[in-house]
């Protein structure tokens, strides 16, 4: 059974800081990694999907990278601005299930002016 | 640009009610899913549909059912509520199992059971 893991649970940064969050699967057999971007009462929206012949994905001031044998994917903030305090929730989808998702718990990234 | 509508945004019901939580998409999407967040916690898969007619259980199916009658619609149904069930609903959609299309999520059903 496929498990992620999200580390740390949660984070806070003065703004302008580089950060990294972390994400690990227990199965590599996977098809693709999505980052996900969750405002309080909000739904989710794709940030970043890496697929698993990919090494990494950028989107502006977002980098996320993946290491599929050693089940890893790190995203990459830069220059944190306010506007990015969210959570942050990967999720991972594996080669026999179908399009179906397993998610992480989640980071809450806190950026303070 | 709709994407995925869901409804109510807010409901609380009593112990032993039951109650039908709406999605619709406009995106003429196959596939719908529907999960439930607890607080502090990520998603976990109830049911999803591969198209019109067709429902599968995913990892947390009991105390719910689905049907799938239409392309736009996905309602989830909770027979017989209980406190476990209170909880985050979302409903998600994609295209196809392509795998470069992303889900995309309704805003969320916040259900408490009280």
């Known amino acids: 059974k496929q498990e992620v893991t999200q580390i740390p649970a949660a984070l806070s940064v003065p703004e302008g800081e580089n950060l990294v969050l972390n994400c690990s699967f227990t199965?590599?057999?996977?098809?693709?990694l999505q980052w996900f971007r969750q405002d309080p009462g909000k739904g989710l929206t794709s940030l970043l999907l890496i697929q698993s012949s990919q090494r990494e994905q950028t989107s502006g001031r977002l980098n996320a990278s993946l290491d599929k044998s050693s089940g890893r994917s790190t995203l990459y903030i830069a220059a944190s601005q306010p506007g990015d305090s969210a959570t942050y929730l990967c999720?991972?989808?594996?080669?026999?299930?179908?399009?179906?998702?397993?998610f992480g718990e989640g980071t809450q990234l806190t950026v303070n002016p | 640009n709709a994407g995925v509508t869901q409804t109510p945004k807010f409901r609380i019901l009593k112990i032993g009610q039951s109650m039908t939580l709406q999605c619709a998409q406009d995106?003429?999407?196959?596939?719908m899913y529907w999960y439930r967040q607890d607080p502090g916690m990520g998603l976990k898969l109830i049911y999803y549909s591969v198209g019109a007619g067709i429902t599968d259980k995913g990892e947390v199916p009991n105390g719910y059912n689905v049907s799938r009658s239409t392309t736009e619609d996905f309602p989830l149904r909770l027979e017989l509520a209980a406190p476990s069930q209170t909880s985050v609903y979302f409903c998600a959609s994609t295209d196809r199992i392509t795998t470069y299309q992303p889900q995309h999520f309704g805003d969320g059903t916040r259900l408490s059971i009280l």
């Open positions: 999720a991972v989808r594996g080669e026999t299930s179908g399009s179906r998702l397993t």
């Open positions: 199965d590599s057999a996977i098809y693709n």
């Open positions: 995106m003429n999407h196959n596939y």
